[in-house]
Protein backbone atom coordinates (compact mmCIF):
# COMPACT_ATOMS: atom_id res chain seq x y z
CA UNK A 1 0.00 0.00 0.00
CA UNK A 2 0.94 3.37 -0.57
CA UNK A 3 1.82 6.03 1.54
CA UNK A 4 -1.04 8.18 -0.47
CA UNK A 5 -3.53 5.73 -0.44
CA UNK A 6 -2.41 5.01 4.14
CA UNK A 7 -2.99 8.33 4.20
CA UNK A 8 -6.48 8.37 2.50
CA UNK A 9 -7.61 5.75 4.10
CA UNK A 10 -6.89 6.69 7.57
CA UNK A 11 -8.62 10.10 6.45
CA UNK A 12 -11.45 7.99 5.63
CA UNK A 13 -11.37 6.28 8.89
CA UNK A 14 -10.67 9.48 11.08
CA UNK A 15 -14.08 10.56 9.63
CA UNK A 16 -16.39 8.50 10.64
CA UNK A 17 -18.68 9.14 13.38
CA UNK A 18 -18.50 7.08 16.52
CA UNK A 19 -15.33 4.86 17.09
CA UNK A 20 -12.80 7.14 15.04
CA UNK A 21 -10.02 6.39 17.36
CA UNK A 22 -10.76 2.73 17.37
CA UNK A 23 -10.81 2.49 13.85
CA UNK A 24 -7.10 4.39 13.39
CA UNK A 25 -5.80 2.47 15.99
CA UNK A 26 -6.53 -0.68 14.44
CA UNK A 27 -5.61 0.66 11.34
CA UNK A 28 -2.67 1.41 12.87
CA UNK A 29 -1.49 -1.98 14.20
CA UNK A 30 -2.08 -3.43 10.93
CA UNK A 31 0.39 -0.88 9.92
CA UNK A 32 3.02 -0.91 12.40
CA UNK A 33 2.65 -5.24 12.29
CA UNK A 34 3.86 -4.71 8.72
CA UNK A 35 7.01 -3.20 9.68
CA UNK A 36 7.48 -5.12 12.88
CA UNK A 37 6.47 -3.17 15.57
CA UNK A 38 3.61 -3.77 18.00
CA UNK A 39 0.92 -0.95 18.79
CA UNK A 40 1.90 -0.65 22.53
CA UNK A 41 -0.73 1.70 24.66
CA UNK A 42 2.12 4.02 24.61
CA UNK A 43 2.04 4.09 20.96
CA UNK A 44 -1.66 4.67 20.90
CA UNK A 45 -1.79 7.10 23.90
CA UNK A 46 0.12 9.24 21.55
CA UNK A 47 -1.57 9.15 18.29
CA UNK A 48 -4.64 9.91 20.12
CA UNK A 49 -3.01 13.03 21.81
CA UNK A 50 -2.09 13.99 18.65
CA UNK A 51 -5.74 13.26 16.97
CA UNK A 52 -7.69 14.55 19.52
CA UNK A 53 -5.74 17.70 19.55
CA UNK A 54 -5.76 18.62 15.73
CA UNK A 55 -4.98 21.95 14.40
CA UNK A 56 -2.94 22.58 17.65
CA UNK A 57 0.48 22.37 16.57
CA UNK A 58 1.97 20.52 19.86
CA UNK A 59 5.52 19.89 20.42
CA UNK A 60 7.09 16.71 21.87
CA UNK A 61 7.20 18.02 25.36
CA UNK A 62 3.60 19.15 25.37
CA UNK A 63 2.68 15.70 23.57
CA UNK A 64 4.82 14.38 26.31
CA UNK A 65 2.77 15.75 28.97
CA UNK A 66 -0.76 15.12 27.53
CA UNK A 67 0.14 11.45 27.36
CA UNK A 68 1.71 11.26 30.63
CA UNK A 69 -1.90 11.53 32.51
CA UNK A 70 -3.03 8.49 30.37
CA UNK A 71 0.00 6.57 30.68
CA UNK A 72 2.19 8.01 34.05
CA UNK A 73 4.95 5.22 33.64
CA UNK A 74 6.04 6.60 29.77
CA UNK A 75 9.43 8.08 29.03
CA UNK A 76 10.17 11.39 27.23
CA UNK A 77 12.31 9.23 24.76
CA UNK A 78 9.23 6.53 24.05
CA UNK A 79 7.37 9.55 22.74
CA UNK A 80 10.10 10.90 20.55
CA UNK A 81 10.99 7.51 19.48
CA UNK A 82 6.90 6.72 18.62
CA UNK A 83 6.72 10.12 17.07
CA UNK A 84 9.36 8.90 14.74
CA UNK A 85 7.86 6.18 13.63
CA UNK A 86 4.39 7.83 13.32
CA UNK A 87 6.09 10.41 10.93
CA UNK A 88 7.77 8.05 8.93
CA UNK A 89 4.74 5.86 8.03
CA UNK A 90 2.46 9.02 6.85
CA UNK A 91 0.41 9.16 9.65
CA UNK A 92 1.24 12.18 11.20
CA UNK A 93 3.26 15.59 9.65
CA UNK A 94 6.49 16.60 11.59
CA UNK A 95 6.32 20.97 11.06
CA UNK A 96 8.56 23.60 11.59
CA UNK A 97 6.92 26.82 12.33
CA UNK A 98 10.85 28.63 12.98
CA UNK A 99 10.27 28.82 16.55
CA UNK A 100 13.00 26.53 17.99
CA UNK A 101 11.25 23.17 18.10
CA UNK A 102 9.63 20.71 16.14
CA UNK A 103 5.61 20.37 16.13
CA UNK A 104 2.94 17.59 15.28
CA UNK A 105 -0.30 17.21 13.68
CA UNK A 106 -1.99 14.28 12.36
CA UNK A 107 -1.97 13.80 8.72
CA UNK A 108 -5.23 13.85 7.31
CA UNK A 109 -4.77 15.09 4.25
CA UNK A 110 -5.53 12.54 1.09
CA UNK A 111 -2.12 14.26 -0.93
CA UNK A 112 1.06 15.12 -0.51
CA UNK A 113 0.47 19.19 0.30
CA UNK A 114 0.46 20.43 3.84
CA UNK A 115 -1.76 22.98 4.61
CA UNK A 116 -0.17 26.82 5.01
CA UNK A 117 0.27 28.58 8.32
CA UNK A 118 -0.21 31.94 9.16
CA UNK A 119 2.34 32.71 12.45
CA UNK A 120 1.68 35.99 14.58
CA UNK A 121 5.12 37.47 15.40
CA UNK A 122 4.26 39.00 18.52
CA UNK A 123 1.79 36.81 20.23
CA UNK A 124 2.79 33.27 18.39
CA UNK A 125 -0.52 32.25 17.42
CA UNK A 126 -0.82 29.82 14.67
CA UNK A 127 -3.46 29.64 11.83
CA UNK A 128 -3.82 27.05 9.55
CA UNK A 129 -5.04 27.73 5.70
CA UNK A 130 -7.20 25.17 5.22
CA UNK A 131 -7.40 25.99 1.20
CA UNK A 132 -3.53 25.50 -1.03
CA UNK A 133 -3.85 28.40 -3.59
CA UNK A 134 -0.18 27.96 -5.05
CA UNK A 135 -1.92 25.25 -7.55
CA UNK A 136 -1.43 27.79 -10.05
CA UNK A 137 2.38 28.53 -9.59
CA UNK A 138 3.19 25.37 -9.24
CA UNK A 139 1.97 24.07 -12.82
CA UNK A 140 3.52 27.75 -14.36
CA UNK A 141 6.92 26.53 -12.12
CA UNK A 142 6.73 22.96 -13.32
CA UNK A 143 6.17 23.89 -17.35
CA UNK A 144 8.52 26.90 -16.99
CA UNK A 145 11.68 24.94 -15.25
CA UNK A 146 10.67 21.69 -16.63
CA UNK A 147 10.28 20.50 -12.95
CA UNK A 148 7.98 18.16 -11.07
CA UNK A 149 7.30 19.86 -7.86
CA UNK A 150 6.20 17.01 -5.02
CA UNK A 151 5.58 18.94 -2.02
CA UNK A 152 6.04 23.14 -1.01
CA UNK A 153 5.55 24.57 2.71
CA UNK A 154 4.28 28.34 3.10
CA UNK A 155 4.76 30.04 6.86
CA UNK A 156 3.78 33.47 6.64
CA UNK A 157 4.91 35.45 9.67
CA UNK A 158 2.92 39.01 10.32
CA UNK A 159 0.39 40.40 13.14
CA UNK A 160 -2.93 38.72 14.15
CA UNK A 161 -6.14 40.27 14.29
CA UNK A 162 -5.56 40.49 18.04
CA UNK A 163 -1.94 41.85 18.09
CA UNK A 164 -2.73 44.63 15.56
Given at each position: ?11 K ?25 K ?63 S ?10 H ?51
Open positions: MLKKDVQWEVKEYEKAGDKLENVADQLKTMLKEKGYLTPQRRAVLNIIMENQGQHLNTEEIYDLVKTQCPDIGLATVYRTLQILDEMGLILKINLDDGCRYEFNANQDDQHHHLICTNCGAIIEVGEDLLGPLEEQIEKQYDFTITDHKVKFFGLCSKCR
